[in-house]
């Protein structure tokens, strides 16, 4: 299982929020490619970018700290956040970005994403499905939608898609534990799915039950900015 930290940007700081809340964010550093440097010097191959001003607006906002990121580094970045048409996708490509995560395009330009699987190839292309209470929720989370959760994810199922990054809002920056029987039942029906788990890991034994029921991966935050937990022995037990 790929343990994967995460780098959250807004005003070009590194932040987390709670609970998807952009009131309650906390500032963890004003330079994200040094956090970014640590997280490599430390093991770590992947690395989970989102433009939180990106997520909420109609474009990608934080290029400059992306590029830094991408053309300093050795990591694989998934970069989501703000990615909304074609030229937007180009350019996180164009920056170097390895994969890129589409949440809100999935539920209101269902067409980009296919197309995008088809251009890019569906290595390139993960599923990004934020949901609170089984409900799909966009925008920088602020916008509810009609969509449950399974049936969202069965609809890109049906089309391909390889991976998925599976948010539960309400775990999200709470250090809480992580959404383990959701994401096992996700697991049980969509069997061929490299899902990776996001929201709520914040100790050794989260990372346990992730691993034993499946998933291909987990996302880390603030329990890494926290220090609850190392990421080098972490990723020495389970991988990167």
């Known amino acids: 299982m790929k343990i994967i930290p995460a780098i959250d940007i807004y005003e070009g700081k590194c932040v987390r929020l709670l609970k998807g ?13 040094l956090v970014a440097k640590e997280f490599e010097n430390n093991g ?36 989501g956040g703000g990615i909304k048409t ?9 920056l170097g970005v390895n994969q890129i995560t589409l949440g809100s395009v999935a539920v209101t330009n269902k067409d980009l994403l296919i197309d995008s699987l088809n251009v890019y190839g569906k290595d390139k292309i993960i599923l990004g499905a934020d949901f609170l209470d089984n409900v799909i929720k966009i925008n920088g989370w602020k916008t509810t939608t009609e969509h449950n959760l399974f049936d969202f994810i069965n609809e ?7 991976y998925a990054i599976i948010t539960d809002i309400s775990k999200d ?51 890494l900015y926290e220090k609850r937990i190392d990421l080098k022995n972490m990723i020495k037990q389970y991988g990167s």
Not at 86 to 94: G, K, M, N, P, Q
Request: charged content about 20%; aromatic content about 10%; overall charge negative.
């Open 21 to 33: 809340d952009y009131n309650l964010k906390k500032e963890y550093s004003s330079n994200p490619l």
């Open 44 to 79: 770590a191959t992947n690395l989970h970018v989102v433009d939180l001003e990106g997520a909420k607006s109609n474009t990608i906002i934080n290029i400059g700290v992306l590029r830094e990121i991408c053309s300093n580094t050795n990591l694989k970045v998934d970069f």
């Open 86 to 94: 074609r030229d937007d996708i180009s350019l996180a490509f164009d």
């Open 156 to 162: 890109y199922y049906s089309y391909g898609i390889k």
């Open 173 to 223: 920056g709470a250090m809480q534990g992580s959404s383990v029987e959701i994401y096992s039942k996700i697991i049980e029906k969509f069997p061929d799915l490299n899902l990776i788990a996001s929201g709520g890991v914040t100790y050794e034994n989260d990372l346990n039950k992730l691993k034993h029921i499946g998933c291909y991966g987990a996302i880390m935050g603030k329990a």
